[in-house]
């Protein structure tokens, strides 16, 4: 019987090593990890999909995305076609987003974010995964962060905010933290809600997405 491959997109600025405590049946499952790329000139996000998608190698995939890597995984379906596309601590259109994104939107004060300073690692750790991280996780959490290019982050930032899909795709498996201070759960609609889960669940819940993934997966496809 032929494994299902399932491919996992880190969030914004992450590496790989964020799904490294995600265990999933491996009779039944081959991960496999993309990683962000730096963005063409004024690359549209659609482009910027297709590019990653050629690293998908597999057909009749799982697609996984956590946070910008799960509205990225959303822009590759059209080049991937895969079994299903699941996303975790995302959104599945700009509705979902938060009232402060919105508004950045409108003003385009997203522009005034001095990402130069996100090259700090301490300030892109708190940026990336959420102001309230303790002291003492921010060492724990910086090895997960490995792009720190302020070409591709003015980019990634600019691709959040004026993300145009205004349609959920009801394919899309969503699963969401109530506690996610990112992307509130107030905004968000038809989600599998992890209870005490916060933005950064896919590394302080992994047990819970170890146990249920394979479920979620398995739900109604054939292999």
């Known amino acids: 019987m032929s494994k299902i491959h399932v491919y996992f997109m880190p969030g914004m600025a992450a590496s790989p090593s964020i799904f490294e405590r995600i265990q999933l049946p491996s009779a039944i499952f081959e991960i496999h990890l993309l990683e962000w790329l730096l963005p063409e000139k004024q690359e549209t996000i659609a482009h ?8 998908v190698i597999h057909e009749n995939v799982i697609l996984v995305g956590v946070s910008f890597g799960g509205i990225l995984v959303q822009e590759m379906k059209p080049f991937v076609k895969p079994k299903k596309v699941i996303i975790i601590s995302s959104v599945k259109c700009n509705s979902e987003l938060p009232r402060s994104m919105k508004i950045a939107k409108t003003t385009k004060a997203y522009k005034l974010i001095p990402t130069k300073l996100l090259e700090n690692i301490d300030n892109l750790t708190k940026f990336t995964f ?43 498996i969503h699963i969401h933290g109530d506690n996610d201070e990112v992307f509130p759960i107030k905004h968000i609609k038809n989600a599998i809600v992890v209870k005490g889960g916060t933005h950064i669940m896919i590394l302080t819940k992994y047990r819970w997405l170890s146990d249920n993934l394979p479920k979620i997966m398995l739900d109604n496809i054939s292999k």
Do not use: C, H, M
């Open 130 to 172: 959420g102001s309230s991280i303790l002291k003492q996780k921010l060492k724990l959490y910086e090895k997960f962060l490995a792009v720190r290019d302020k070409t591709y982050l003015d980019w990634a930032i600019e691709q959040i905010i004026n993300w145009e899909r205004t349609e959920i795709d009801p394919e899309v």
């Open 48 to 55: 910027y999909a297709q590019r990653i998608a050629k690293g």
